[in-house]
């Protein structure tokens, strides 16, 4: 899917298309901003785009192994700090 979008952003890089607002907005923004710059701006928004739906897939794929991770890492650090603690009791 990821794929499709910068393969779409490659296809209308030269043209002022926008799906989402429909034919006429997007000949008034290719009139006002030239054909060149909207262009790459819409290259650069599939850009970011693609970045942020690959972030999230990432995310889904291994949040949960990140999950206990931390969550291992703060049992240990928890057990350490209580270890520390009693030490210092100890020594009072």
């Known amino acids: 899917m990821c794929r499709t979008v910068l393969m779409f952003a490659q296809r209308r890089k030269n043209e002022a298309y926008l799906p989402w607002t429909g034919w006429k907005l997007g000949l008034k923004i290719r009139l006002r901003l030239g054909l060149d710059k909207f262009g790459k701006l819409f ?3 599939a850009k970011v785009v693609l970045v942020v739906v690959e972030t999230w897939l990432h995310g889904k794929i291994f949040g949960q192994q990140m999950v206990c991770a931390v969550a291992r890492i703060g049992r240990a ?13 100890d020594q009072h």
């Open 43 to 45: 290259s650069q928004i």
């Open 77 to 89: 650090h928890r057990t350490s700090a209580q270890i520390l603690q009693a030490a210092a009791r």
